[in-house]
DNA sequence: GCGCGACAAATCCCATAGGATATGGTCGCG
DNA sequence: CGCGACCATATCCTATGGGATTTGTCGCGC
């Protein structure tokens, strides 16, 4: 439908097989494309505005990622995705996530401080003003710098693949979300400023698990597990 | 080197991209592409003797993985992996695959449980044989059943995301690997049997904390984490 | 000698065309 | 009504090419 090739001026952004996986994720979370739905590169290369290539290219990231299957010569289907499967998911990303903040609360220098109340500030602005686009965008990057902090470079990924269940617009426009997000900051860099980890650590997993929360009452709504 | 695009009776054979991508994962984990080398698309086609398109797809699945990292307009390098790296992750993967044992020993049948006592003789009679090759194989059918028990199917996929740091020929020929893994496999199936979820993890965890040990004294001996 | 800007070469990224191969459906036959 | 062969369709990979961008080199001025 939309252009994806539009721009001209990309500057560092990412190339179109990462763009293509990024709207292929939404659409299969936003229930448009279920689970055992069969997707033809050639069909959606058609209705993205773009050749195959870079279609077939986003397909393959995504079966690393396990939210779709290949079938060889016969192309790709959605993965099953079954309510059980988000709560374990979340469960492991809640641990990760509580661990890295956790050592985070040990690490962090006054600098790296510093920084982290720079980030929060950030989002509680955007979320005072409205911002939904730039709130997501805040909201990664606090996160980011956070688990960066930890130290633990493929732990902080790990966790970061949680984000490509949680589309921005999924949670940025929630009232509920922005309350909850803008006090659990505030726990949070208490504890990391008193140097206190299992404060750090629960009040981690608890936001986490909020987002859980907001995704499987989404996915609930869009009726992504609805009889067929 | 090797031709990859050879047999011409496929089957249900994986397609070309995910070859290209356990090939590149093997070298990488070799040592033979060590973190931060450059990865051009076009020279790994010849010298894998397939056409640019494979190549390309199967980094796209890397950089999903994180084993590489996509730099637009500048190709490709090879993702950093640090020692304490390799030991989260693998702390990750034994806690999950413990929970998978443990879910297992309380849901499994007879039938289940016989399925499994059939795989595990198989790998018994592979190392008794010593059929290295095979053994990689009848290992992983082992586990994947064992997984796939737990009914948590995202979980298991995760957990078989560590297969990929362990490429087969890194320990079917260990000594050491083959008899505690004999030992761990009997200690789980009494386990299962019994319905002790907290013996089946403990042993999990321990078989799993065996292959982390192997994969960093591997990395080690081929000069991994060398300077420059 | 050193930094800096312009040109040239190399490379990536994506589009497109085409052929080999396997799949799934359809039709005819037993 | 079941079953096997044929045919249309789609996938998968190759090959090629061009536009855009980065990198490397050279020469100039300071």
């Known amino acids: 439908m939309v252009a994806l090739v ?25 229930g448009d494309l279920r689970p055992g739905t069969f997707l033809r590169p050639d069909r959606l290369a058609v209705e993205l505005g773009v050749s195959p290539t870079p279609v077939r290219e986003a397909l393959q990231a995504l079966r690393a990622d396990d939210m779709v299957r290949a079938l060889p010569r016969r192309g790709f289907v959605v993965a099953p995705l079954e309510r059980g499967d988000v709560i374990d998911l979340f469960a492991v990303q809640a641990r990760i996530t509580g661990e890295l903040a956790a050592r985070a609360a040990r690490a962090l220098d006054a600098e790296g401080l ?41 732990l902080a990924w790990l966790v970061g693949r949680a984000a490509h269940y949680l589309p921005p617009r999924f949670y940025t426009d929630r009232r509920a979300w922005r309350t909850a997000t803008v006090a659990a900051h505030r726990t949070l860099l208490d504890a990391l400023a008193a140097g206190d980890p299992d404060t750090a650590r ?26 067929t």
Chains 1, 2 share one sequence.
């Open 6 to 30: 539009d721009t001209g001026l990309l500057g560092d952004a990412p190339a179109l097989p990462e763009r293509v996986e990024l709207q292929l994720r939404e659409r299969i979370l936003a």
């Open 114 to 154: 510093a920084g982290l109340r720079v980030r929060a500030a950030e989002v509680d602005a955007l979320i005072e003003a409205g911002e939904p686009g730039d709130l997501a965008q805040a909201e990664r990057r606090f996160h980011t710098a956070l688990n960066r902090a930890s130290g633990a470079r493929k």
């Open 202 to 227: 629960a009040a981690m997993e608890g936001h986490v698990l909020d987002g859980r929360d907001l995704l499987v009452a989404h996915l609930e709504a869009v009726g992504f597990w609805d009889e």
